[in-house]
């Protein structure tokens, strides 16, 4: 069986390539991102603590960094603490990864049916009718996976700043954290990826029997 291009000559073709170039680019940004929040505490001799920032991002369940300052008038170490990071964001982030895997996987399967059964998806009405409901589908989890996603990103950003670990933890004096440039990027391509899928429903919806029967209905008055 020779494969079909000619749907890859239309925009429908077109945007699946796209679909599958940036799905890949959003959830890569998240699973391949790694930063960590380096923590210093006790004065005046500074010790410092560091946390690895890693997907899937539930900051609490990582073991905790213990404190041990002496006392600067006896040189008596002062009771320990155990300092715990905050927060578990590893849903959303697993949200967005997923409909970004999902995404990928279906437009592998959508592309061999546009390039090896082309014909059956022109002669079979419920081919094109199942291929725009599914990209609907795919289209609202972009939007509530990304809307989700900026959402703990911008909560993974407050629990790691300096002012919330210092209030959080009495002995720490300070903190600093790696760029989350990368993250902030996932997100654009997140918002980037629904508008893919919201715009291509428009072509999706020329290949329906709805759309045909409108154009002969309309052509018949």
Same mark, same amino acid.
């Given at each position: 069986m020779?494969?079909?291009?000619s749907?890859? *000559?239309?925009? *429908?073709?077109?945007m *699946?390539i796209?679909?599958f170039?940036?799905?890949?680019?959003?959830?890569?940004?998240?699973?391949?991102?790694?930063?960590? @929040?380096?923590? @210093?505490?006790c004065a005046?001799?500074?010790?410092?603590?560091?946390?690895?920032?890693?997907y899937?991002?539930?900051?609490?369940?990582?073991?905790?960094?213990?404190?041990?300052?002496?006392?600067?008038?006896t040189?008596q170490?002062?009771?320990?603490?155990?300092?715990?990071?905050?927060?578990?964001f590893? $849903?959303?982030?697993?949200?967005f990864?997923?409909t970004g895997?999902l995404?990928?996987?279906?437009c592998?399967?959508i592309?061999?049916?546009?390039?090896?059964?082309e014909?059956?998806y022109?002669s079979?009405?419920m081919?094109?009718?199942?291929d725009?409901?599914?990209?609907?589908?795919?289209?609202?989890?972009?939007? $509530?996976?990304?809307?989700?996603?900026?959402n $703990?990103?911008?909560?993974?950003?407050?629990? @790691?700043?300096?002012?919330f670990?210092?209030?959080?933890?009495?002995n720490?004096?300070?903190?600093?954290?790696s760029?989350?440039?990368?993250?902030n990027? $996932?997100v654009?391509l997140?918002?980037?990826?629904?508008?893919l899928?919201?715009?291509?429903l428009?072509f999706?919806?020329?290949?329906?029997?709805?759309?045909?029967? *409108?154009?002969?209905?309309?052509g018949?008055v």
């Amino acid at each position: 069986m020779n494969p079909n291009l000619s749907a890859f *000559r239309e925009p *429908r073709g077109v945007m *699946r390539i796209l679909q599958f170039v940036f799905a890949i680019c959003a959830f890569s940004t998240i699973c391949g991102f790694a930063g960590k @929040t380096t923590i @210093t505490a006790c004065a005046p001799k500074q010790k410092e603590f560091q946390f690895e920032i890693t997907y899937p991002f539930s900051l609490s369940s990582m073991p905790p960094a213990t404190v041990i300052c002496d006392d600067p008038t006896t040189g008596q170490p002062k009771p320990k603490e155990d300092f715990y990071m905050s927060g578990d964001f590893s $849903s959303d982030s697993q949200f967005f990864v997923a409909t970004g895997v999902l995404s990928f996987l279906y437009c592998i399967g959508i592309v061999v049916v546009y390039a090896m059964f082309e014909e059956k998806y022109q002669s079979n009405s419920m081919l094109p009718l199942a291929d725009f409901v599914l990209t609907t589908v795919l289209a609202v989890l972009w939007l $509530s996976s990304s809307a989700a996603w900026a959402n $703990s990103l911008s909560g993974i950003k407050s629990v @790691t700043e300096s002012s919330f670990i210092t209030q959080e933890c009495k002995n720490c004096t300070g903190a600093a954290t790696s760029s989350f440039s990368s993250l902030n990027i $996932s997100v654009l391509l997140g918002f980037l990826n629904f508008f893919l899928w919201a715009s291509d429903l428009w072509f999706l919806y020329k290949e329906t029997h709805w759309f045909k029967m *409108r154009q002969e209905s309309a052509g018949g008055v």
